[in-house]
């Protein structure tokens, strides 16, 4: 059976990545057995490398690119050529997610953002929280 395809956002994504004994570290354990396959455009990947620059994080150079390369590898890269219709959101910054999920036809978009999450009963592709979607797709496997 192949693994879910799957469209990570960015806010997820981070907890995944910098907090290894954090509630979401299942997650990217998930991506590095091949449970999952993570989904990744040049718009999704470039919200990542912007948001992982931010200072807060307080990250070097090369920190940055080790989390990138924790992720990057795992993941099946998508080209977006001709965007598609999605429904209006909030945040400029979740048209992007929303374009790869419907493009590539993902089996979920993962999220913890109230306005992407609102638009779960009018989106074609389910958008789900972690918890959800590791209660849906991975609860049959043990994880």
Known sequence: ???????????????????????????????????????????????????????????????????LADYLPWCETVVVSKPPDVPKCRDPFDRPFLELALTAQADTLITGDNDLLSLAPVFLIPILTPRSFRDTYLSTEGK
């Open 1 to 67: 059976m192949k693994p879910p395809r799957v469209v990570i956002d960015t806010n997820v994504l981070l907890s995944a990545l910098l907090f290894n004994a954090g509630t979401l570290n299942w997650l990217r354990q998930a991506w590095q057995t091949e449970d999952i396959c993570p989904l990744s455009s040049r718009e999704t990947a470039g919200e990542l490398i912007r948001v992982l620059s931010y200072p807060k994080f307080e990250l070097s150079n090369d920190e940055q690119e080790d989390l």
